[in-house]
């Protein structure tokens, strides 16, 4: 022991290839600590995009469940005149009977729809044939717009022809020799140029399985159904689209497709979406490939059963978050009546929204999806059972962003496939889709579509770095709009009052106030600064950020205004349904009622008098009318003293990027 030789050899002692060997050795470590590194923030932002998408899927539901809570305890004195919550209640209760076929031509007849002499777009005619499709494609290529009149025409003889399918699409590859499966669009049809131009449009021997959520969240929701039930029509034997958890209204109101449809066709707004509602009702729920493999949107649960699946009436789920049966609590002898037939109805109804709604897990078992709010956890040994009982060996689904656009899970059990690139944010994540032949083996092909990047190259640090601070500047926005709760929160921790907790304080505080699961105490350095001690100094979290709105004053308090601003999407929510003609304006009663709707939900008050003054303050013309997406977009979260560290300057960099984007007429694809 110390006797021996040294083992260490001194630079100048070592030969050419010695050297050169030691110097890759360290390239190679300093490699991959960097990579590292640049997965874990990946990662981090991935987090926090998904938190906040899945936070606002489960705001919904508790504002459906609040809607749902109020069709029963709504005071008979109210339901005999026309207030905020009657017109809720009257939206959500009349789905059990509008939209018959008699009602659905009257109300959206396309013989009542003139074509403008000054029309230029594309002109279909009946029975749809492949060159009007190929014509539809370029002309939205080119930013055209469908006419009204023909998008009713082609939306009635979607109808009709799905009123013919069954619950469960069968694809059999004796027929074709190979079927494409497609994920989540939402709305980006660049992503579906990008797949018809790589693998051709639908045709006799080119089959497609596009599995849901087609709509919602991108600008072209209307242009991508329109695509696909045009595909449908030309080949109804060889284009086969599954439901998912987005086409559906409730969704559709929140998450933009209602929003597009009156802001392309305004005055035939409301026609379109109870044609766009009904249709999307009359949707299949499943595919199966050659009886081996199952395609679904969201998963599979413990109560999954095809059979049941095959024969229900998959049309009275106009919502699916609707259970489809009205029960009185108050009067027992319903419930006694009722008792067998609501059981059977609910377990119908968890059929249809498992199959849209669930996820898988590494967990076993099956167990509600707190994370979304709907659906379920669903473990390898639920996905073995369902398989197994059917005589399966594969499921697909989507509904879920994957990095490289899709994934595997449950030892290969689950494939979850996505076809919307850039999800979040612009590289944030691959596009892909399936090409499966005979063999039923899954090939993938991967895509990044891109306006945005057009003319300039980005590093794989910039791309991680901006889509980042994108994320951040997400997560700093949902923290300002909670700073009030949070202050009050931090301040129990600070008992004398010295503007400093600990790390573990400030990380415990925020995962209690804010329900998100984001990794706190690894994202701290970018969201609050630390003292010469190493403690949190809380008010740094926020900055110097002010939420401001313009029709808002001080005498209305900045509780309030920050209550609306978290809440704007609830909000929203709530106006879209008071608007019952889809123009955007409402009055200012109905103004005053969704804010009181809206202060019963979230528990904080919003007094009559506080929404009357905001409502005085939106009305300018003084005409008794507002514009309540002029309100709702009025919210401004300012920077008053803008910090310039590394963060801060991404984020002014990617504000720079996107408004250049905004500003890109043209449309470069990458394809990868």
């Known amino acids: 022991m110390g006797c021996g030789p040294s083992t260490d050899i001194q630079p100048e002692m070592m030969g050419k290839s010695e050297k050169l060997m030691k110097a890759a050795v360290l390239i190679q470590k300093w490699y991959r600590r960097y990579t590292a590194r640049l997965e874990a923030r990946r990662r981090s932002t991935w987090r926090i995009f998904q938190s906040i998408e899945y936070a606002g899927e489960q705001d919904q539901l508790k504002l459906y469940n609040f809607f749902n809570d109020m069709l029963h305890h709504l005071p008979p004195s109210d339901q005999n005149k026309q207030t ?87 694809v059999s590859l004796s027929m074709t020799k190979h079927v494409t499966i497609c994920g989540d669009l939402h709305g980006k049809i660049d992503d579906l140029f990008t797949i018809f131009y790589k693998n051709g449009l639908p045709s006799d021997s080119n089959s497609y399985i596009f599995n849901g959520d087609f709509v919602d969240r991108g600008p072209n929701s209307v242009e991508i159904a329109a695509l696909l039930f045009a595909c449908f029509l030309v080949y109804p034997n060889h284009v086969f689209i599954n439901r998912g958890n987005h086409e559906d209204h409730i969704m559709n109101i929140r998450y933009g497709f209602v929003k597009e449809v009156v802001a392309k066709y305004r005055t035939n707004a409301n026609r379109l979406l109870n044609l766009f509602q009904d249709l999307f009702s009359w949707l299949p729920l499943a595919t199966v490939i050659d009886n081996k493999i199952l395609v679904v949107h969201g998963g599979v649960s413990d109560k999954t059963d095809l059979v049941q699946l095959a024969q229900l009436d998959r049309h009275k789920y106009l919502s699916t978050l609707k259970p489809p049966f009205k029960l009185d609590p108050d009067d027992s002898s319903s419930v006694c009546s009722e008792q067998s037939t609501r059981s059977a109805d609910m377990l119908e109804w968890r059929q249809v929204l498992d199959i849209l709604w669930s996820d898988p897990k590494n967990q076993l078992g099956c167990s509600p999806n707190t994370f979304r709010g709907g659906g379920c956890y669903f473990g390898a040994d639920v996905t073995d059972k369902v398989l197994a009982r059917h005589g399966l060996t594969l499921l697909i689904r989507s509904h879920e962003c994957k990095p490289e656009g899709y994934k595997y899970t449950h030892y290969k059990k ?181 804010c009181g709707i809206l202060s019963r939900h979230i528990g904080t008050e919003i007094s009559q008098e506080q929404a009357r003054d905001l409502a005085k303050s939106i009305d300018i013309d003084k005409d008794g009318s507002i514009d309540f997406n002029e309100f709702l977009e009025a919210f401004r979260m300012v920077d008053q003293n803008p910090r310039t560290d590394d963060g801060h300057t991404l984020l002014s960099r990617l504000s720079v990027d996107t408004d250049l984007a905004s500003r890109s007429s043209g449309s470069t694809v990458n394809l990868i």
């Open 84 to 170: 905020g919550a009657t017109v809720i209640t009257d939206h959500f209760s009349a789905q059990d009977t509008v939209n018959e076929e008699n009602e659905l031509l009257s109300v959206a007849n396309p013989d009542n729809v003139r074509v403008e002499s000054s029309y230029r777009g594309p002109r279909l005619s009946f029975p749809i044939n492949r060159t009007q499709l190929e014509r539809m494609v370029d002309a939205f290529k080119s930013n055209q717009m469908l006419h009204a009149k023909y998008l009713m025409e082609l939306l009635h003889n979607t109808r009709k022809a799905m009123k013919t399918l069954d619950n469960i699409n069968r």
């Open 414 to 594: 689950v494939l979850t496939i996505f076809s919307a690139s850039n999800y979040y944010e612009e590289g944030s994540n691959k596009g892909a889709y399936i090409k499966m032949g005979q063999d039923l083996e899954p090939v993938f092909v991967q895509y990044t579509s891109s306006k945005a990047t057009k003319g300039r190259k980005v590093t794989i640090r910039q791309r991680v770095g901006l889509i980042e601070a994108s994320a951040i500047k997400d997560l700093r926005d949902k923290m300002c709009a909670s700073k009030t709760v949070l202050l009050e929160k931090f301040k129990k921790f600070d008992f004398e009052n010295t503007g400093v907790i600990t790390v573990n304080e400030w990380c415990s505080v925020l995962e209690d106030a804010m329900n998100m699961d984001i990794p706190w105490r690894t994202l701290r350095p970018k969201l609050a600064d630390l003292n010469s001690g190493g403690l949190v100094e809380y008010e740094s979290t926020f900055g110097q950020y002010e939420l401001k709105h313009k029709f808002a004053n001080n005498e209305n308090g900045l509780s309030v205004t920050e209550a609306l601003y978290r809440n704007r999407e609830n909000l929203g929510t709530i106006f879209r349904i008071m608007d019952k003609d889809n123009s955007g304006m409402i009055s200012m009663q109905e103004f005053e009622d969704a």
